[in-house]
């Protein structure tokens, strides 16, 4: 059995995706966007090169303020990205989605004896209310958030402050588990740990980078940590 398990968050137990359709497409719908679809693809075009550079080092807060900008740009529209910005985050600050099942995951995991650690890319002020929001912060004995760090997964350094504060967690008691390959498995791996690519929708793995083991159910993640 493992002792400790760092979870992200988005998209491995809260239901990121959902809060996103949704306030990307009520933006939209209030600039008075033509066509709420393809506008919604643009955002999803934009935001993942923005997230990219991120998780590569490059300025958060200017990337975050700009990627409206750009996105209705390229709709043929100007707008302040820097307030839609700030508008979307007051949506995101009340995203209390959950994936099924994440809730009675992180219980049997605690009542187990696992030592549960959220470990998250995100901003501070919007992770802390949807952990409290959506009633999974209850589980958690320590939450690590980039914005507080100074750093993004997948930088090792991210890791340091969960290393230094839990100093009996190691790669033979420990997990790292979460749904982007290019943030949280590549982070295990430059932090020496080793981590559980969860993987629901079966995605292919067209990168280079090898997660130590792969699950498409909490089910499955449940076995292998009490294993």
């Given at each position: ?51 990219e550079q ?102 090792r350094r ?68 009490l294993a």
């Amino acid at each position: 059995m493992k002792k400790y398990v760092i979870f992200d968050l988005d998209d491995t137990l809260l239901d990121f995706n959902r809060g996103e359709v949704e306030g990307i497409r009520q933006l939209l719908r209030e600039y008075q966007v033509p066509d709420v679809s393809a506008g919604f693809q643009t955002y999803l075009q934009v935001n993942h090169q923005v997230w990219e550079q991120i998780e590569q080092g490059a300025n958060r807060e200017q990337l975050l303020n700009d990627r409206f900008t750009e996105t209705f740009a390229r709709l043929g529209m100007t707008v302040d990205g820097a307030e839609l910005e700030r508008t979307y985050s007051g949506m995101l600050d009340h995203n209390f989605y959950t994936l099924p099942g994440a809730s009675t995951l992180l219980a049997d995991l605690q009542q187990a004896g696992v030592h549960l650690i959220a470990g998250t890319n995100g901003t501070k002020a919007t992770q802390i209310s949807r952990l409290a929001g959506s009633g999974v912060g209850r589980y958690f004995d320590d939450v690590f958030i980039s914005e507080d760090v100074g750093y993004n997964k997948p930088d090792r350094r991210f890791f340091q402050p969960i290393f230094r504060r839990h100093p009996n967690l190691s790669q033979q008691n420990a997990l790292m588990v979460g749904d982007r390959l290019q943030s949280d498995i590549l982070g295990a791996e430059r932090a020496e740990l080793p981590s559980v690519w969860f993987n629901p929708h079966q995605v292919e793995n067209r990168t280079t980078i090898q997660p130590t083991f792969e699950t498409g159910s909490y089910t499955e993640l449940k076995q292998l940590i009490l294993a």
